[in-house]
């Protein structure tokens, strides 16, 4: 399978590296990014490398959108006649399957992708849409997204925003809230490391008791609460403070954030 990214970016990164650990050949993938500082890091690892796709040396069998929103239209126009033989995979967040088809003359092969930054580390969730008609799309898409972790299709592509606010913003909100927990332990008189290390290893252990077990997560929760207790006194709070709101809140914020990008950038072609 041969593989041409157009950007050179973290998620990019993750899908190379996952790639060339499933056995990928260097000389069948290649990157296009103008920046030479992103193309030398994909040079170094024995990829081609180019700020345009007319210097490819070869025709891809795939070729992975993966600049941010408002570049898109531009980075399809500007390379539009070299991807039209291919199954296109967009890891853009926001722009629908439609806008990239109209930016193609109709292009019937797309998918489009939400991963999210685990990927970097073979851990991703990604939510997928599959946009093509061509048979065999479907798992072409598979064997490139499975390189960096789990993935689950969704039905509708309406279901991709969802996705992105969920699990494609969701390291943010972790990341947040560890670091809430380090604040609060530092505040209560623990030194940084033991501070990172124990809100750390709490939401580590805590996540993979979760996926182990089959029960709820409130049910886990109500194991480790005791009526009165330490545990009960800090949910109680959050209760007062309706944390569990404001998180969900937020989450169908990023929601319609996403859909609002493909009013913003995923306009028909001029």
């Known amino acids: 399978m041969k593989v ?15 790639l060339l650990e499933q056995g990928a050949k260097p000389g069948d993938l290649s990157v296009v990014d ?22 490819v040396n070869f025709v891809p069998d795939v070729v992975i959108l993966a600049v941010k929103p408002q570049h898109l239209k531009e980075a399809v126009h500007s390379h539009a006649s070299s991807l039209k033989n291919s199954l296109i995979i967009s890891i853009v967040a926001g722009i629908p399957v439609a806008s990239i088809a109209d930016w193609l003359d109709d292009h019937e092969r797309i998918v489009r992708v939400m991963p999210n930054t685990p990927a970097l580390i073979r851990a991703g969730v990604s939510g997928m849409y599959n946009g093509s008609k061509t048979i065999g799309d479907r798992e072409l898409a598979e064997a490139v997204v499975s ?32 670091e809430a927990l380090e604040t609060a332990a530092l505040e209560l008189g623990l030194t940084q490391d033991a501070a990172r290390l124990l809100s750390l290893e709490t939401f580590l252990g805590a996540s ?5 077990s089959e029960e709820a997560p409130s049910v886990l929760r109500n194991r480790v609460t005791s009526k009165g207790g330490t545990t009960a006194a800090a949910l109680g709070s959050f209760e007062i403070d309706q944390l569990k709101e404001i998180i969900v809140k937020g989450v169908k914020r990023a929601n319609s954030r996403s859909t609002e990008l493909a009013r913003d950038y995923g306009g028909k072609k001029a």
Request: negative net charge; aromatic residues 12%; hydrophobic residues 45%.
């Open 208 to 212: 993979r008791l979760a996926a182990r």
């Open 4 to 18: 041409v990214f157009i950007g050179g970016g973290n998620m990019a990164l993750a899908l190379v590296s996952g």
């Open 147 to 178: 390189s960096v972790g789990q993935y689950v299709w969704c039905e509708t592509e309406s279901l991709i925003d969802a996705v992105t606010a969920v699990s494609g913003s969701g390291p943010a909100y972790v990341f947040y809230f560890i």
């Open 34 to 55: 103008i920046s030479v500082e992103a193309r030398e890091k994909f040079e170094v690892m024995g990829l081609s490398v180019s700020s345009t796709f007319s210097d």
